[in-house]
């Protein structure tokens, strides 16, 4: 079972990225999918998720409207599409599943309830 995030950077701020999660080993149809980032020197934090079913999903309050997530199933992939970038985005990024599920609009994600976890990938936004 493993996760895979990929597709950080640098960019200029204003610019755009996208992220890219992607699953092996394990049928990303049944797990709620979250992004967490973790700045230097910060806690980690949640960003956004997606339930299995690419229901409503959830945003950080920092990020929603700059930010979209998606997932397409069939490609065993989750997208974090990340517009109007800050430096304050400044982050590694992780992408998690959750098995559970446990992703609700409006709900702050706890990172504890996710079980498997993407090795994380550096986006730097630059001023």
């Known amino acids: 079972v493993q996760l895979q995030a990929y597709g950080g950077g640098l960019v200029q701020a204003g610019g755009s990225l996208r992220l890219s999660c992607a699953a092996s080993?394990?049928?990303?149809?049944?797990?709620?999918i979250a992004w967490f980032r973790q700045a230097p020197g910060k806690e980690r934090e949640d960003i956004s998720c997606?339930?299995?079913?690419?229901?409503?999903?959830y945003y950080r309050d920092s990020v929603r409207g700059r930010f979209t997530i998606s997932r397409d199933n069939a490609k065993y992939t989750v997208y974090l599409q990340m517009n109007s970038l800050k430096p304050e985005d400044t982050a590694v990024y992780y992408c998690?599943?959750?098995?559970?599920?446990?992703?609700?609009?409006?709900?702050?994600?706890?990172?504890?309830?996710?079980?498997?976890w993407g090795q994380g990938t550096l986006v730097t936004v630059s001023s």
């Open positions: 998690a599943a959750d098995l559970a599920n446990r992703c609700f609009s409006g709900v702050a994600v706890d990172d504890s309830d996710y079980d498997y």
């Open positions: 080993g394990f049928n990303l149809d049944y797990y709620a």
């Open positions: 997606i339930g299995f079913s690419g229901g409503l999903p």
